[in-house]
């Protein structure tokens, strides 16, 4: 059972920056494609960004393109999310999990608040 951990939210002014981490337990994390995704209020949980397993694909929803930047560290089963510029709509839980436009999710790991706010 592959456990998540997300970490990093917070309370940003809208302009701000943040960078989010998550660790995935497991051996297959290293093969597998990952995804950010969010879940705002009143909303589904969508894909925001996803990195391939070799780190040399990465994929945005127009939304964030431009100013969110997917990486990974296969030697620590880490994944982050590099934020800047946040707008007040970034507001959300974040969540990551394996690309689910190729993979099955894992079990969803507690999420991490992002606030974006003056």
């Known amino acids: 059972q592959v456990q998540i951990v997300e970490s990093g939210g917070g309370l940003v002014q809208p302009g701000g920056s943040l960078r989010l981490s998550c660790v995935a337990s497991?051996?297959?994390?290293?093969?597998?494609?990952m995804g950010w995704y969010r879940q705002a209020p009143g909303k589904q949980r969508e894909l925001v960004a996803a990195?391939?397993?070799?780190?040399?694909?990465?994929y945005y929803i127009a939304a964030v393109k431009g100013r969110f930047t997917i990486s990974r560290d296969n030697a620590k089963n880490t994944v982050y999310l590099q934020m800047t510029n946040l707008k007040t709509e970034d507001t959300a839980i974040y969540y990551c999990?394996?690309?689910?436009?190729?993979?099955?999710?894992?079990?969803w790991g507690q999420g991490t608040q992002v606030t974006v706010s003056s």
């Open positions: 990195i391939s397993s070799a780190s040399n694909i990465p």
């Open positions: 999990n394996t690309d689910q436009r190729y993979l099955t999710t894992w079990s």
């Open positions: 497991g051996s297959t994390f290293n093969i597998s494609p």
